[in-house]
């Protein structure tokens, strides 16, 4: 098993950059593909950014892409999403969501919440016009 926590949320002006960290316990954290996830007051969960287990494959929804980026140290066993040009919709608690498929290639990654079975508590991320 793994437990993951996120960090790095907080309020920023419209234009500005926020990065977040999400941390995992556990020693076979370079065994999960990793996701993000975000949910506004009022709407469903969503997609934003995955990264494979070996890091070498990345997806981002379209709402994101250009703008964030996600990355992962394994030897930090911690994955970010570095968050650019924020925009008020891109207000939403954000999850991380980590998962473990062995049988899958090292460059799988995974967009849809059913495929993920570790999930962070979520940190608030607020963009003001």
């Known amino acids: 098993q793994v437990q993951l926590v996120e960090s790095g949320g907080g309020l920023v002006q419209a234009g500005g950059s926020l990065r977040l960290s999400c941390a995992a316990s556990?020693?076979?954290?370079?065994?999960?593909?990793m996701g993000w996830f975000r949910q506004a007051p009022g709407k469903e969960r969503e997609f934003v950014a995955a990264?494979?287990?070996?890091?070498?494959?990345?997806y981002y929804a379209d709402s994101v892409k250009g703008r964030f980026t996600m990355s992962r140290d394994n030897a930090k066993n911690t994955v970010y999403l570095q968050m650019n040009s924020l925009k008020p919709e891109d207000t939403a608690v954000y999850y991380c969501?980590?998962?473990?498929?062995?049988?899958?290639?090292?460059?799988?990654?995974?967009?849809?919440?059913?495929?993920?079975?570790?999930w962070g508590q979520g940190t608030q991320v607020t963009v003001s016009s």
């Open positions: 969501a980590g998962t473990m498929k062995p049988l899958y290639s090292a460059y799988t990654y995974f967009t849809e919440g059913y495929e993920y079975d570790y």
């Open positions: 556990g020693r076979t954290f370079s065994n999960y593909a």
């Open positions: 990264i494979s287990r070996n890091g070498g494959s990345t």
